[in-house]
C-alpha cells in the first residue's frame, strides 16, 4: 500500500509525504491551470460544499451549458424524421456525435455502431429482448445467460426476460472468474454456435473494483468460461460506471455490446444513454416491437413490416432526444477542454481515491482498533485495478458497526454528500457485508427495502457507505471528508457551532506548501448572540364556549409570557416519582419548519393542535423546504390572531407581515403540492408574502397553506394496519402530536454539558434544548425516556394513542434562536441511545368530538397508558 506512514489519530496525512511515498508517480490536476480556477469559474455553485458522489451522478461544468445553451439559441433544430432543412441540420448533427461518441471510445462506424437509448438500463433492456436466445429442446440446451454477481441492478434484471424464453441464467461469482483456469481454444466445438451472454462490469459500482478487460476477448475466444457448455460465448461489457473516469479502448477491448449513460461522463445530459454494438453482431439481434422511424415499409391493414438498413435506425423506435444528442457535443468539448482528456481524469481521481484510501485505513482508535471498515478487492494499487470509488462503514471503539444513515446524516451536517445504502448492487453488497439471502429475505419481513434508512438489523449492516471523485474533484474534498470522519470518530465533543466547510477553494499544493501533517480541526465559528424570543405575555382565558365543528374558531390571541410555570420550577431531577405527569409547554408550528409559536393554552381541530403546520414555504419549483435545506427558516417566526383571524409573520429586519388565516373561497387557486411523498392540495397565500419570503432568503419562494377541505390520512403502523378510520394529517410528516419529556431532555442536557471539557458555562440551556425538539407536547413528572413504555395517555376527556418513536434526523442540530448547526446534539443522542437516535413520541386522537371545544392547557394533568409489550416503529422525524 502506498504511503504506509500515514499517522494514527486525529491528524491528516500531508498530501507532500504521501507523495514521496508513493511507489509509483502521482498525477494530480490538468497542467498549468489550478483546479482552483477551474473551480471557481466552472463550479461555483459547489462553493462551501464537499459533492463525493460522481459515480452516482458527476457534475456539468458552467460552460458546457452555456455552450449549449448559445447552440439552441442561434440554431433551428427541426424533428430528424423530416425532411426540411432543420431537420436536415439536426440529423446531420446526430449522424457527427454518432461518430464522435465512437471516436472517444477509440473505434469508429466501421466496427460499432451507436444506438441511443434513455440510459445504460435500456441500453441492457435492447440486449435482454433481441439477443438470438435460443430455448432449450430436444436437440438443444439451450443458451446461457451468465452475470457476474457483482453487477448493477438492471444487468441482474435481464435474467427476467430470459426466463420468459426457458433460458437458463447462471449468477457467476467474482472469486469463480478469477480463478477459472484458461482452455485451449482448440478444445471447442467450432461447429456449435449455440450463443451464450457472459455480462459483466468494467467497474463494480459498489467497490470501484475494476476487472479485467482481458476476459473480453478469453472469454469470446472460449479460453476463460462462466460455465461449461458448447457454444458460442458474446460478452457484454457494462462500462457505464468504468467510462466516468477511464478511457476505453474498443479497438483493443472489442466487446459486442457496450452500454452506458452519458450523465455519468458528463453530468449533463440526464436520460440519455447509448448501446454500443459491434457491428459483427448486429446482424444477429432479433426485433419484435417497431416504432415510428424504424420502418423501411409497412402496411397498417397486414402483417407487413420491413426494416431501416442500418442498426441504430431499426432499434431507435420513435423519435430520439435529439436536442440532449446535441448536447453531447458540448460535453466532448468541456471535457476535453478543460482536462485533457479521459486518460488525465483517470490518474487524477485515482490519485485523490488512493490519498484517501491511504489516510482512511490508517485511522486508529486509541486503542489501536480501526475507525472504518474499507469494503474493497484491492489496495488501491494502480488504477487498473481500482477505480475512484471507496466504500466503507464506520466502526465504533468496540467495532460495531455505526448505521449508514446516522453517517449520512452527520455528512450533512458538514454539506457533504455521499451515497449510502447497497448502490444498486445486491451481489456485491452481500459479499463484502456478508449477507446471506436468507438474511435479505428476513430483512425484508422486518420491513426493510432497497433504498430506504434502515441501515442496521440486529446489528447487522444492511448497506454501506461510498465516496467516489470526479474530475473535478479536489484534494481539499478529499480532506474535508477526512476531517469529517476524524471529528465524529476521534474528536471530543466540545459544545462548538458546526465549522462551515468550504471545500475546493484552494489548487493543488505544490511540494513547498505542504506541510507534514495537516491539522484535523477546523477554525471554530463563534457563536452569534442569540435572538431573544418574543416575551408577550398576554395569556388570554377568557375563551368563546363554542368551536365550529369544522375547525373555525375566534378567541383572541392566546400567547404565553416567558414567566416559569409552577409545573415547571419542580423540573430538574430524573426521579420521576414526584408528583403527576403535568403539561409545562404547548407549541406549535404554523409554518412548517419555521420558528414555534408558545401558548398556554389552545383548540384543538381536527387535524391536531389547530393551525398546527398548516402552511409551508416552497421554493421556486414548489418544493417543500426545511431547515435541512434552509437553515433560517427558523428565523421566520408566525404569531396567530384567532380574534383577528391573521397570522403575524416576523423575522429580524423585515417589516412584519400579515396573512389571512383562511383562504378566499372564491380567489384560492388549487393546486399540487407534496409532504412526505404524499399529495396535498394547497393554495398559494399570494405575491405580497412572496415577496416578503423572497427577500429575506434571497431566492424566489412562496407560501402555501394545505386547502381546509382536503384531507389528508396518516399512514397505519404496526399490526392494526386495517382496523378503525385512520386520523386525518396536516403537513406534518407522520403523526398529529409530537410529545417530548423534560427528564428525557435533562439527562440529555447533563451528557451534553459533561463533554465540555472546559466546563466553565451551560452550552445547552434546557428551553433551547428543547426547542430543537420542536415538540407540541412538553410534559414533566416522569423518568427520562419512561414516554417510549407509553401506549397511550389522557388529558382530561382528551385521549391520545401512541403511534411510536421519533427517529431523530440532523434538524436537531439546528439552533432554532440562531440557525446555526452543532453536530454534537445528535452525536451525543446517538451514543446514549445506542445509535437509534430516537428522542420522543408521536400521538394521534384515538377519538375526536368537535361538537363542543376541546382545548390542551399548561398546568394540565397527564395520565399514561403503559404499553403491554415493548414493540414500536420508529418513524421519521416531525419536521
Known amino acids: 500500500m502506498a504511503g504506509g506512514a500515514a499517522p494514527r489519530g486525529a491528524e491528516l496525512l500531508a498530501f507532500a509525504r504521501f507523495r514521496e511515498s508513493s511507489k509509483q508517480p502521482l498525477a494530480y490536476g490538468y497542467g498549468p491551470?489550478?483546479?482552483?480556477?477551474?473551480?471557481?469559474?466552472?463550479?461555483?455553485?459547489?462553493?462551501?460544499?464537499?459533492?463525493?458522489?460522481?459515480?452516482?451522478?458527476?457534475?456539468?461544468?458552467?460552460?458546457?451549458?452555456?455552450?449549449?445553451?448559445?447552440?439552441?439559441?442561434?440554431?433551428?433544430?427541426?424533428?430528424?424524421?423530416?425532411?426540411?432543412?432543420?431537420?436536415?441540420?439536426?440529423?446531420?448533427?446526430?449522424?457527427?456525435?454518432?461518430?464522435?461518441?465512437?471516436?472517444?471510445?477509440?473505434?469508429?462506424?466501421?466496427?460499432?455502431?451507436?444506438?441511443?437509448?434513455?440510459?445504460?438500463?435500456?441500453?441492457?433492456?435492447?440486449?435482454?429482448?433481441?439477443?438470438?436466445?435460443?430455448?432449450?429442446?430436444?436437440?438443444?440446451?439451450?443458451?446461457?445467460?451468465?452475470?457476474?454477481?457483482?453487477?448493477?441492478?438492471?444487468?441482474?434484471?435481464?435474467?427476467?426476460?430470459?426466463?420468459?424464453?426457458?433460458?437458463?441464467?447462471?449468477?457467476?461469482?467474482?472469486?469463480d472468474m478469477w480463478s477459472a483456469e484458461t482452455q485451449d481454444a482448440a478444445a471447442r466445438d467450432p461447429d456449435c454456435q449455440l450463443p451464450h451472454l457472459f455480462c459483466y462490469p468494467a467497474q463494480s459500482n459498489f467497490s470501484g473494483t475494476r476487472y479485467p478487460l482481458s476476459w473480453i476477448r478469453e472469454v469470446k475466444a472460449g479460453r476463460r468460461c462462466p460455465v461449461s457448455v458448447p457454444g458460442k460465448w458474446f460478452v457484454l461489457l457494462d462500462a457505464a460506471s468504468y467510462v466516468s473516469t477511464s478511457p476505453l479502448d474498443l479497438s483493443v477491448h472489442q466487446a459486442d455490446f457496450v452500454p452506458l449513460s452519458f450523465y455519468k461522463i458528463f453530468g449533463f445530459p440526464t436520460g440519455l444513454g447509448a448501446l454500443l454494438v459491434n457491428n459483427r453482431v448486429a446482424p444477429l439481434l432479433k426485433k419484435t416491437y417497431f416504432g415510428g422511424g424504424t420502418a423501411a415499409a409497412y402496411l397498417a391493414g397486414e402483417d407487413f413490416y420491413i426494416p431501416r438498413r442500418s442498426v441504430a435506425e431499426r432499434f431507435e423506435d420513435g423519435t430520439i432526444s435529439f436536442l440532449d444528442v446535441i448536447a453531447l457535443k458540448h460535453g466532448?468539448?468541456?471535457?476535453?477542454?478543460?482536462?485533457?482528456?479521459?486518460?488525465?481524469?483517470?490518474?487524477?481521481?485515482?490519485?485523490?481515491?488512493?490519498?484517501?484510501?491511504?489516510?482512511?485505513?490508517?485511522?486508529?482508535?486509541?486503542?489501536?482498533?480501526?475507525?472504518?471498515?474499507?469494503?474493497?478487492?484491492?489496495?488501491?494499487?494502480?488504477?487498473?485495478?481500482?477505480?475512484?470509488?471507496?466504500?466503507?462503514?464506520?466502526?465504533?471503539?468496540?467495532?460495531?458497526?455505526?448505521?449508514?444513515?446516522?453517517?449520512d446524516k452527520m455528512a450533512s451536517l458538514y454539506n457533504i454528500h455521499l451515497r449510502t445504502g447497497c448502490f444498486c448492487n445486491m451481489g456485491a453488497c452481500q459479499r463484502h457485508l456478508g449477507i446471506s439471502d436468507e438474511m435479505v429475505k428476513k430483512h425484508l419481513q422486518a420491513g426493510h427495502v432497497c433504498g430506504d434508512n434502515v441501515d442496521l438489523i440486529e446489528g447487522q449492516p444492511t448497506g454501506s457507505v461510498r465516496i467516489s471523485f470526479g474530475y473535478m474533484s479536489t484534494l481539499e474534498d478529499a480532506q474535508a471528508f477526512l476531517r469529517f470522519i476524524i471529528a465524529m470518530q476521534l474528536h471530543r465533543s466540545d459544545g462548538q457551532p458546526l465549522p462551515q466547510t468550504t471545500a475546493g477553494e484552494a489548487g493543488a499544493p505544490s511540494e513547498s506548501e505542504a506541510q507534514d501533517a495537516v491539522p484535523a480541526t477546523t477554525d471554530r465559528c463563534s457563536s452569534s448572540p442569540q435572538e431573544e424570543a418574543p416575551t408577550a405575555s398576554r395569556v388570554c382565558n377568557d375563551l368563546p364556549s363554542t368551536v365550529d365543528a369544522g375547525g373555525s374558531h375566534s378567541p383572541p390571541l392566546m400567547a404565553t409570557g416567558t414567566q416559569q410555570t409552577p409545573s415547571e420550577k419542580a423540573v430538574g431531577v430524573l426521579d420521576g416519582g414526584l408528583g403527576p405527569h403535568v403539561i409545562t409547554n404547548l407549541y406549535l408550528y404554523p409554518i412548517k419548519s419555521?420558528?414555534?409559536?408558545?401558548?398556554?393554552?389552545?383548540?384543538?381541530?381536527?387535524?391536531?393542535?389547530?393551525?398546527?403546520?398548516?402552511?409551508?414555504?416552497?421554493?421556486?419549483?414548489?418544493?417543500?423546504?426545511?431547515?435541512?435545506?434552509?437553515?433560517?427558516?427558523?428565523?421566520?417566526?408566525?404569531?396567530?390572531?384567532?380574534?383577528?383571524?391573521?397570522?403575524?409573520?416576523?423575522?429580524?429586519?423585515?417589516?412584519?407581515?400579515?396573512?389571512?388565516?383562511?383562504?378566499?373561497?372564491?380567489?384560492?387557486?388549487?393546486?399540487?403540492?407534496?409532504?412526505?411523498?404524499?399529495?396535498?392540495?394547497?393554495?398559494?397565500?399570494?405575491?405580497?408574502?412572496?415577496?416578503?419570503?423572497?427577500?429575506?432568503?434571497?431566492?424566489?419562494?412562496?407560501?402555501?397553506?394545505?386547502?381546509?377541505?382536503?384531507?389528508?390520512?396518516?399512514?397505519?403502523?404496526?399490526?392494526?394496519?386495517?382496523?378503525?378510520?385512520?386520523?386525518?394529517?396536516?403537513?406534518v410528516n407522520e403523526a398529529q402530536y409530537l410529545l417530548i419529556n423534560r427528564s428525557s431532555v435533562l439527562e440529555l442536557q447533563q451528557q451534553l454539558n459533561a463533554s465540555d471539557e472546559h466546563g466553565k458555562e451551560e452550552l445547552f440551556p434546557m428551553k433551547d434544548l428543547i426547542s430543537r425538539f420542536r415538540a407540541n407536547i412538553i410534559t414533566s413528572g416522569t423518568r427520562a425516556f419512561e414516554e417510549e413504555k407509553w401506549d397511550g395517555i389522557s388529558i382530561g376527556s382528551l385521549h391520545f394513542q401512541v403511534s411510536g418513536p421519533c427517529h431523530r434526523c440532523q434538524m436537531i442540530c439546528i439552533d432554532q434562536q440562531t440557525g446555526q448547526r452543532n453536530q454534537n446534539v445528535f452525536q451525543k443522542l446517538s451514543e446514549s441511545r445506542e445509535r437509534k437516535v430516537n428522542f420522543g413520541v408521536y400521538l394521534m386522537h384515538m377519538s375526536l368530538d368537535l361538537s363542543s371545544p376541546r382545548f390542551l392547557s399548561v398546568g394540565s394533568q397527564v395520565l399514561p397508558v403503559l404499553k403491554e409489550n415493548a414493540e414500536h416503529h420508529d418513524l421519521p422525524a416531525s419536521d
Not at 373 to 385: A, K, L, M, T
Not at 601 to 611: F, R, S
Request: aromatic residues 8%; hydrophobic residues 35%; charged residues 20%.
Open 33 to 175: 491551470g489550478s483546479l482552483r480556477e477551474l473551480r471557481q469559474r466552472e463550479f461555483s455553485r459547489l462553493a462551501g460544499t464537499v459533492y463525493l458522489d460522481h459515480a452516482g451522478a458527476t457534475l456539468f461544468p458552467q460552460s458546457q451549458l452555456t455552450s449549449f445553451t448559445n447552440d439552441l439559441m442561434e440554431n433551428v433544430y427541426g424533428n430528424p424524421h423530416s425532411q426540411s432543412i432543420s431537420s436536415g441540420l439536426t440529423h446531420e448533427t446526430v449522424e457527427h456525435i454518432r461518430y464522435r461518441i465512437l471516436a472517444h471510445f477509440h473505434t469508429s462506424l466501421e466496427d460499432y455502431s451507436v444506438i441511443f437509448t434513455a440510459g445504460s438500463t435500456a441500453a441492457l433492456k435492447l440486449v435482454a429482448e433481441a439477443f438470438p436466445w435460443v430455448s432449450p429442446g430436444p436437440e438443444s440446451s439451450g443458451s446461457r445467460f451468465c452475470y457476474l454477481t457483482d453487477s448493477h441492478t438492471s444487468v441482474v434484471g435481464m435474467r427476467k426476460v430470459t426466463m420468459a424464453m426457458n433460458v437458463t441464467s447462471v449468477p457467476v461469482r467474482p472469486e
Open 594 to 731: 419555521c420558528a414555534a409559536f408558545e401558548v398556554t393554552k389552545w383548540p384543538l381541530g381536527k387535524q391536531g393542535l389547530l393551525y398546527d403546520r398548516s402552511w409551508m414555504v416552497v421554493n421556486h419549483n414548489g418544493v417543500c423546504l426545511s431547515q435541512k435545506q434552509e437553515a433560517r427558516l427558523c428565523l421566520i417566526k408566525p404569531f396567530i390572531d384567532l380574534q383577528q383571524k391573521i397570522m403575524v409573520i416576523k423575522a429580524k429586519g423585515m417589516e412584519p407581515i400579515e396573512v389571512p388565516l383562511e383562504e378566499d373561497g372564491e380567489q384560492a387557486q388549487i393546486c399540487q403540492s407534496k409532504v412526505c411523498a404524499d399529495r396535498v392540495n394547497t393554495y398559494n397565500c399570494g405575491q405580497k408574502i412572496s415577496s416578503w419570503l423572497s427577500r429575506f432568503f434571497g431566492r424566489p419562494c412562496q407560501l402555501i397553506k394545505q386547502s381546509s377541505d382536503f384531507q389528508r390520512s396518516a399512514k397505519r403502523r404496526g399490526k392494526d394496519q386495517s382496523v378503525g378510520p385512520t386520523a386525518t394529517l396536516s403537513l
Open 332 to 407: 466532448f468539448d468541456a471535457l476535453e477542454r478543460l482536462t485533457g482528456g479521459m486518460e488525465n481524469i483517470k490518474q487524477h481521481t485515482f490519485t485523490l481515491a488512493q490519498y484517501t484510501y491511504t489516510a482512511l485505513s490508517a485511522l486508529r482508535y486509541p486503542s489501536g482498533a480501526p475507525v472504518v471498515r474499507i469494503y474493497s478487492d484491492s489496495e488501491f494499487s494502480s488504477p487498473e485495478v481500482q477505480g475512484p470509488v471507496i466504500n466503507f462503514n464506520v466502526l465504533d471503539p468496540s467495532g460495531n458497526i455505526i448505521g449508514y444513515s446516522q453517517v
